[in-house]
């Protein structure tokens, strides 16, 4: 499951100068098939702490049938506070909005 459109999360992204790859979905929180994950082809995977699954998470991504996908190729996985992601304040969004940009702009 991701976040689609018309979510907190996608602000986050879209305000980071990033862009979700399931912010076409018709629905706000769909669940993408692996095939569509790499047919999508995202550059930045970022995973929620949230439900304590981060370890599992991340090695997933490093199963040979992501190998192709940029994000894995390098290494740019990342995992970000469920606090920041799944509850909105204004705090927590602009955090999180920095958080995001440092994620995919390093250096900057």
């Known amino acids: ?12 992204i879209k305000y980071g100068y990033g862009r ?14 692996v095939e569509e994950i790499i047919r999508r082809n995202p ?3 970022i995973i929620s ?3 304590g699954m981060t370890e599992q998470a991340k090695a997933m ?4 049938r992501f190998a192709g996908i940029p994000a894995v ?11 920041l992601l799944c ?3 204004p705090t927590n969004f ?8 440092k994620y995919l702009y390093p250096g900057y």
């Open 43 to 45: 550059n930045v995977i």
């Open 61 to 64: 991504w490093q199963e040979e």
């Open 20 to 33: 979700n790859i399931a912010a076409d979905s018709k629905i706000s929180w769909p669940t993408l098939s």
């Open 49 to 51: 702490d949230m439900g």
């Open 1 to 12: 499951m991701t976040a689609g459109p018309n979510t907190f999360i996608n602000d986050i």
């Open 94 to 101: 602009i955090k999180a909005v920095k958080q995001i940009w």
């Open 87 to 89: 509850q909105p304040t």
């Open 73 to 83: 190729k390098s290494k740019r996985i990342y995992v970000m506070e469920s606090e």
